[in-house]
């Protein structure tokens, strides 16, 4: 069976810090996609990022991060220098290679202060 | 890029009423939409995978009587909640897919009083 694992709930922390978001999948499938959305408080959700099992180069996008190792089965996520603006929940998905539906973590909840 | 829009964005009913979530696909076709539930505080649950001109599949534990889900065109499919009740009130999101993409609804708050 297909599942994610965000362990952290909660992360708060103070503007400017560095933050990093813990996800850990399962799947039996050779062929998978990870991603990250980013839930803010009014509920839609803004897509971060998509990787392909086969593609395990870090990826970095402006203060965003994305460290993908599958010998962990882990996809990790870090915002360099935090801004209030990145208060949100933040989940992580696994997407199989044929029907499409998206698996979510628990999602975790940062909150940057200023 | 690709635009999924649902209405309404927020709805309150009385309980026992049914109410209708649509979720339209505005600038491509999508032969696969999905309805994803979110309570408070909780994650993104898949409720049921729409197929244009077929009956929706329900994830297990999903009532298919109560959530209705016609996928009538290429562009829009519809989830019924039939008599609701306040332990439905809850975040209701669809994605519909473009080829191996996947864009999501702004999403539609229920809340039945």
């Known amino acids: 069976a297909q599942k994610v694992t965000q362990a952290q709930t909660e992360i708060s922390v103070v503007e400017k810090e560095d933050v990093t978001l813990d996800c850990v999948y399962e799947?039996?499938?050779?062929?998978?996609?990870l991603f990250w959305y980013k839930q803010p408080p009014s509920g839609e959700l803004v897509f971060l990022i998509r990787?392909?099992?086969?593609?395990?180069q870090n990826e970095i996008s402006g203060r965003y991060s994305w460290n993908f190792q599958k010998s962990t089965s882990s996809f990790n996520f870090t915002i360099t220098a935090s801004q209030v603006v990145d208060s949100a929940v933040y989940f992580c998905?696994?997407?199989?290679?044929?029907?499409?539906?998206?698996?979510f973590g628990q999602g975790t909840e940062l909150s940057v202060k200023p | 890029g690709a635009v999924v829009s649902q209405h309404p964005s927020r709805v309150i009913c009385k309980s026992g009423t049914s109410v209708k979530i649509e979720c339209r696909s505005l600038?491509?076709?999508?032969?696969?939409m999905f309805w994803y539930r979110q309570f408070p505080k909780q994650s993104l649950m898949l409720m049921a995978t729409?197929?244009?001109?077929?009956?929706?599949?329900?994830e297990q534990g999903v009532e298919k009587d109560k959530f209705l889900i016609n996928h009538a065109s290429l562009t829009l499919s519809t989830l019924t909640v039939t008599s609701a009740h306040p332990e439905d009130s809850s975040f209701y999101i669809c994605s519909a897919r473009l080829g191996g993409e996947l864009f999501f609804g702004e999403g539609s708050r229920l809340t039945v009083l």
């Open positions: 990787r392909n099992s086969f593609d395990e």
């Open positions: 998905a696994l997407r199989d290679n044929q029907g499409g539906k998206l698996i």
């Open positions: 600038d491509f076709q999508a032969t696969t």
């Open positions: 729409s197929n244009e001109g077929s009956k929706a599949t329900y």
């Open positions: 799947t039996r499938d050779t062929t998978y996609y």
